[in-house]
């Protein structure tokens, strides 16, 4: 879950870091109205601790990633400049370029699945709500949330092997024939780790989507109700339009988390069988950390963050959008 | 919504910052890596102030080396040894940076060891070898030596070893006897009418994870016969023009495909890791499964009497007995390291009757020669020290293919777990896997 956790905190970060300078600048607006001299480095200072964290462990290893990535650099002696060979190598290889596409596959069931369900699960749950059980189906949903990513993943691979849970059930419904070790299928396994994405996906989504309801005036869903309107169509009449900026931040937290996978695939199948669940994430850790390729690494990580914008950016404006 | 003046301020203030970092970085990397030369003036006298040294190892290994360092202790009471520990992926992995730090541990286990002479980080032992008068048999010591182009197998000496693991393969004597196979195989022939019976009779015959890779195991049992000792350990050592692409490999690769198809090995191998695989074979569900003497104490523990050890068969009757052995920890001394004298006392300490007992009662093989330790009489444990025995009179310690180059381990998973999905033929399987090699060794 790790990954997702950390992506929903950098958004809440965001957030705070856009409210602090309007702030700021309020204030300062209104010292200049009584005709004091504005005094811009005083709210610099409040924020000079946190500049400085930030500075130091997100931008400078930034620029340093951006830096290696045009070296060929095992880690500790000196290092050559090889110029974009890096970039060339990260946009040919077949297994890079194939990892990418399996990242693509997975928001399937990182973004696809767990938004769709997150919607109706929520609005299932509104409407429970009325009847007391939303607390109980709430925390169920929630709980995977609060397990960290790399457990979940292991949970998983017990459940998905031979005789695991899965297979337990498939057998009890007479569905033998469907069994398998399912992370060890060069054809189930990636749909397999994305039901692990999935499973972790979906109560982040319900939960974000529900507050999302609960900021739907109720006397709208009331007005409904008396004007004869069903689940279905005061769903999407009501729920659905209410919740455009919500679904928005539910798909831009779950992409980045597909494109972005790490600690799922590598507990559960370290990009196997063969390399049929390869993602970018594990690469990068197997390049940089196994293979000494600081410098392809490097290059493969800035492709990766500039994958993700380019994927994310229109998206959000698509959000955004009135 | 309009973005205040001050954010503006700032955003230029990040670039500035920004160009003034990127201006300021040079190339990465000290440039100051030369090879470590071996120090003139060495000693074998400790004296007897107070010395304090640091080892550094994975954390499977920590009882052995804590045993170690309290009978070295007990002979120099002047050393205190701190034990520090990482989960042992991590303490490969991490090694070559720990090294590089400003308080390096004294003592510490080496895998990469050819880049890790080559990051000119460890000290060469070759003073300390001939102060002490360090008498290695010649397989083990092509496992301590890199030659001056990053070759292994001979050279300078940079590590000695704690103690050997040794591979080969695990029986449970009640499905030996259920499919009537009365003594262990030895030969490749006796193995597949082994194999045959237990298949006839409706058990696995041969137990693998390979979701962890442990389908590599019996390829390189039959690439261990088919291409000997000498040409595989050039291979892993990274002689020039080593290869293993080969029709001989080709044969070894095809008689494990042959295996996988004839279904005598489980049919969810790539979804099976080593520790399933492991426990699925204590209760008795297979009558073979190929590791080493890692696993042995629980083995023991959770089989009794009912598991026995049997070298890996060799090709032809009359065949050298071969094994994946290699060093438990490949200690070696950091460049770093201020201490050299006494953690050089430490690697001859190893040599010791005292060292070699603690790794055979800790489940190893000993380093060096001399009298074979005693174990407990009818355990696992003396089977697998006799096995030890033999294999190192026979010299054929082999070492572990996926130690060939850093990056080579995922590729010999990825490679042999398309094996097992008859997804790549013999020939494209070792194909692909030399290119690997090359690639990785910038060939």
């Known amino acids: ?322 | 919504m309009s973005r205040p003046r001050t954010g503006a301020a700032g955003l230029g203030a990040l670039a500035a910052f920004a160009v003034a970092a990127l201006a300021a970085c040079s190339a990465p990397g000290s440039s100051s890596g030369s090879a470590s030369t071996a120090p003139s003036d060495v000693s074998t006298d400790l004296g007897t102030e107070p010395i304090e040294l640091t080892l550094y190892d994975g954390a499977g290994l920590k009882n052995v080396d804590e045993a170690l360092i309290a009978a070295f202790e007990a002979q120099y009471p002047n050393v205190t040894i701190t034990g520090r520990y990482d989960p042992d992926d991590v303490q490969a992995t991490n090694a070559p940076r720990v090294l590089a730090s400003d308080d390096p541990p004294d003592i510490a286990r080496i895998n990469a060891l050819a880049d890790i002479v080559g990051n000119g980080q460890l000290t060469p032992l070759t003073p300390w070898s001939e102060a002490y008068g360090w008498d290695i048999p010649a397989g083990q010591l092509a496992m301590y030596t890199v030659d001056d182009d990053g070759v292994r197998g001979s050279g300078t000496q940079y590590t000695a070893a704690s103690g050997f693991v040794l591979t080969g393969l695990y029986y449970d004597t009640d499905v030996a006897e259920q499919v009537g196979m009365t003594t262990p195989p030895t030969t490749l022939a006796e193995l597949e009418a082994a194999f045959a019976d237990a298949k006839d009779a409706g058990v696995v015959p041969l137990m693998v994870g390979n979701q962890t890779g442990g389908g590599t195991f019996p390829v390189q049992m039959e690439l261990n016969n088919q291409l000997g000792a000498q040409a595989i350990n050039d291979w892993v050592f990274d002689a020039p023009g080593a290869t293993i692409n080969t029709p001989e490999a080709e044969a070894g690769v095809q008689t494990v495909a042959d295996w996988i198809a004839a279904g005598y090995t489980n049919d969810d191998a790539n979804g099976t890791d080593a520790t399933t695989a492991l426990g699925r074979f204590t209760q008795g569900e297979a009558l073979f499964y190929a590791s080493g003497n890692w696993d042995a104490t629980t083995l023991q523990e959770q089989m009794g009497g009912k598991v026995a050890f049997v070298l890996p068969p060799v090709g032809e009757p009359g065949g050298t007995p071969m094994a994946m052995s290699n060093p438990v920890s490949n200690f070696g001394i950091p460049a770093k390291s201020d201490e050299k004298d006494a953690a050089a006392a430490f690697l001859d300490f190893l040599l010791t009757p005292e060292a070699r007992q603690v790794l055979v009662d800790n489940g190893f093989a000993p380093s060096g020669t001399g009298d074979a330790p005693s174990t407990e009489p009818g355990s696992l444990n003396e089977s697998i020290q006799a096995a030890f025995a033999d294999l190192v009179e026979a010299d054929g310690q082999v070492q572990f293919v996926q130690d060939a180059t850093s990056g080579i381990n995922t590729v010999w998973n990825q490679q042999s777990q398309l094996l097992f999905d008859a997804r790549v033929t013999p020939a494209e399987y070792l194909a692909n896997i030399q290119a690997a090699y090359e690639e990785q060794l910038g060939r």
């Open chain 1, 1 to 322: 879950m790790s990954t997702l956790d950390s992506t929903f905190a950098g958004e809440a970060e965001t957030a705070l870091a856009g409210s602090a300078p309007s702030a700021r600048a309020r204030r300062g607006r209104g010292w200049r109205s009584r005709g004091a001299r504005p005094t811009s480095w005083t709210g610099w200072l409040f924020v000079l601790p946190a500049l400085i964290m930030y500075l130091v462990f997100v931008i400078r290893p930034m620029i340093a990633t951006i830096q290696y990535s045009f070296y060929d650099w095992n880690g500790i002696t000196a290092a050559t400049p090889v110029g974009l060979a890096n970039y060339t190598r990260v946009l040919t290889d077949p297994l890079l370029l194939a990892s990418v596409g399996h990242s693509f596959f997975l928001m399937i069931f990182y973004t696809i699945l767990p938004v769709i369900g997150g919607l109706v699960v929520a609005a299932l749950i509104q409407e429970i709500k009325m009847r007391g059980l939303g607390t109980v189906a709430r925390t169920t949903l929630f709980i995977p949330q609060i397990i960290p990513g790399a457990a979940a993943a292991i949970a998983w691979v017990w459940m998905f092997s031979s005789n695991g849970a899965v297979n337990q059930l498939l057998s009890a419904v007479g569905l033998e024939s469907l069994t398998r070790a399912w992370l060890g299928d060069f054809t189930w396994a990636l749909p397999s780790v994305g039901v692990i994405g999935w499973w972790l996906g979906l109560g982040f989504c319900t939960i974000l989507l529900m507050a999302g309801i609960g900021k739907i005036d109720v006397s709208i869903y009331e007005a409904a109700r008396l004007d004869g309107a069903g689940f279905v169509r005061t769903f999407r009449s009501v729920t659905l339009p209410g919740l455009r900026q919500e679904v928005g931040v539910c798909v831009t937290v779950t992409m980045i988390a597909a494109l972005a996978s790490f600690d799922v695939v590598f507990m559960s199948t370290q990009g196997g069988p063969g390399t049929s669940t390869m993602v970018p994430g594990v690469l990068i850790y197997e390049l940089g950390f196994t293979r000494s390729q600081v410098g392809l690494a490097s290059a493969l990580g800035v492709v990766l963050t500039a994958l993700i914008l380019a994927v994310i950016l229109p998206i959000q404006r698509f959000f955004r959008e009135d």
